[in-house]
């Protein structure tokens, strides 16, 4: 029998007393909005601080966003490994998360190079993403200064493009999550504005 | 910080109210949903008696407090 004695010195801080006496607010509304890809050399001090994350996004290639989509993610995929005759580890967890979205830029078709370009430079990019609930996602690994974002193991994008209907483009993310878990915190309109909406400086082109 | 202390500095801010507050060495002025958020994202960074000393401002802004003296984040 494994000992009883915790890893960390933190325990579990439980939440059932922080719940609301209406259930309905205790519920969360599930997906993916939108993804952001920040470069990894991006620090940010003030993860609420818009007028930082608009600097970030004047920097040529520091913030990368895709439209508005639908994405999902569920089980961790994990690998254990027995280390003892009744012991067992984790040794591997990765999420994979996957997003789709139906918005494509028909003037200047812009589009194709940009998922060509994430599926070659994703390795320098790292994720978070806005949840359909509001909420902004990001690793719990962040603290002032450092890059609040997931790195990629592996980033895949492709067109679905079916005999009729609409075609999508489609992302497949693998992050590693054995060491961290996300964080959430809900962003202010402005802050979700500065994020995910404002103009970003694509000057340079393939600056991905 | 101990969830107790969030907890507690959370319920002090306002999440509609616009605050201005120097904070690990930057004066700014957002919501207090911000700010929330900001608190929340640094938690693990911020002692329990940083989190008292917020706490303090946050329930009654006044220009005295309004600089956290213990910016070592």
């Known amino acids: ?208 | 910080m101990d969830i107790g202390i969030l907890l507690k500095l959370k319920k002090s801010i306002n999440p509609t109210l616009v605050y201005e507050y120097k904070f690990n060495g930057k004066k700014e002025t957002k919501l207090g949903l911000d700010w929330i958020g900001q608190f929340i994202s640094v938690k693990r960074q911020l002692t329990n008696e940083e989190g008292l000393k917020l706490i303090k401002y946050f329930s009654s802004p006044d220009k005295e407090n309004q600089i956290l003296k213990n910016n070592k984040i």
Do not use: H
């Open chain 1, 1 to 208: 029998m494994a000992e009883c004695t915790p890893c960390g010195t933190e325990f579990p801080s439980e939440y059932l007393s922080l719940l609301n006496c209406k259930n309905q607010l205790n519920t969360r509304q599930a997906g993916v909005a939108q993804l952001a890809f920040i470069k990894c050399d991006q620090n940010v001090t003030s993860l609420t601080s818009a007028s930082e994350w608009d600097t970030i996004r004047g920097t040529a290639g520091a913030l990368i966003r895709t439209p508005n989509g639908l994405g999902s993610f569920g089980k961790p995929n994990t690998t254990d490994a027995q280390i003892g005759c009744k012991e067992r580890v984790i040794t591997e967890k990765t999420l994979t998360l996957t997003f789709k979205t139906y918005k494509y830029d028909n003037e200047t078709f812009t589009d194709a190079d940009f998922m060509c370009q994430l599926n070659d430079s994703f390795n320098a990019y790292r994720l978070i993403w806005l949840g359909c609930d509001g909420n902004l996602y990001f690793t719990n690994a962040y603290t002032s200064g450092t890059n609040p974002g997931f790195a990629m193991d592996l980033l895949t994008s492709w067109d679905d493009n079916p005999e009729n209907g609409l075609m999508s483009k489609n992302f497949e993310i693998t992050i590693d999550i054995i060491e961290t878990c996300y964080s959430i915190i809900k962003p202010s309109a402005a802050l979700i504005a500065a994020i995910f909406q404002g103009q970003a400086n694509t000057s340079g082109g393939s600056g991905l």
